[in-house]
T-cell receptor, first 107, second 114 residues
């Protein structure tokens, strides 16, 4: 079993829909990161959180430390949100990555 | 502020050769981490350098090595290349490390081994 599990693996949505991507982990962490990877490979850090909730524009990330679970929400999704979303946990001094969720948003 | 830069962006090598990849972190960042991304294994941690010292290492063979210079620039080297080393190699910099600070990723070096 992977130390970081993401679901779903693939997600298709219509523009405007509310999106939720889930991440569960089984190791002790100091922080959890949500990353976005566009075709071509570039990775952008969306959030780093160790408790509670953070919001940037249409993106919201939450974490429940007791349940070892985090969610990434996208409100009013747009085709430009199409990308792979990766959950990663900071464990000691390294990141352990989930396998990613491929999101496609159609107009 | 300039972002993380990696050179070269693309590289084709032959089995048995060696390769050196370079990463320049964001000015002021002292931690540089290296990652390998393949379709089969996803993203995997290679190693992290902080103030010229390797602070942590992932589960990769000794053919993978790295170093960090006094200006925080880092290089990674892969010797005796194998076909399975074909991957996107990403570096990321942060103020002090992955635990407490946001990671800033470079565009990656895509290595193809033939």
């Amino acid at each position: 079993k992977n130390e970081v599990e993401q679901s779903p693996q693939n997600l298709t949505a219509q523009e405007g829909e509310f999106i939720t991507i889930n991440c569960s982990y089984s190791v002790g962490i100091s922080a959890l990161h949500w990353l976005q990877q566009h075709p071509g490979g570039g990775i952008v850090s969306l959030f780093m959180l160790s408790s509670g909730k953070k919001k940037h524009g249409r993106l919201i990330a939450t974490i429940n430390i007791q349940e070892k679970h985090s969610s990434l929400h996208i409100t009013a999704s747009h085709p430009r949100d199409s990308a792979v979303y990766i959950c990663a946990v900071g464990n000691t001094d390294k990141l352990i990555f989930g396998t990613g969720t491929r999101l496609q948003v159609f107009p | 502020k300039a972002g993380v830069t990696q050179t070269p962006r693309y590289l084709i090598k032959t089995r048995g050769q060696q390769v050196t990849l370079s990463c320049s972190p964001i000015s002021g960042h002292r931690s540089v981490s290296w990652y390998q991304q393949t379709p089969g294994q996803g993203l995997q941690f290679l190693f992290e350098y902080f103030s010229e010292t390797q602070r942590n290492k992932g589960n990769f063979p000794g053919r993978f090595s790295g170093r960090q210079f006094s200006n925080s620039r880092s290089e990674m080297n892969v010797s005796t290349l194998e076909l399975g080393d074909s991957a996107l190699y990403l570096c990321a910099s942060s103020w002090t490390g992955t635990r407490l600070y946001e990671q800033y990723f470079g565009p990656g070096t895509r290595l193809t081994v033939t």
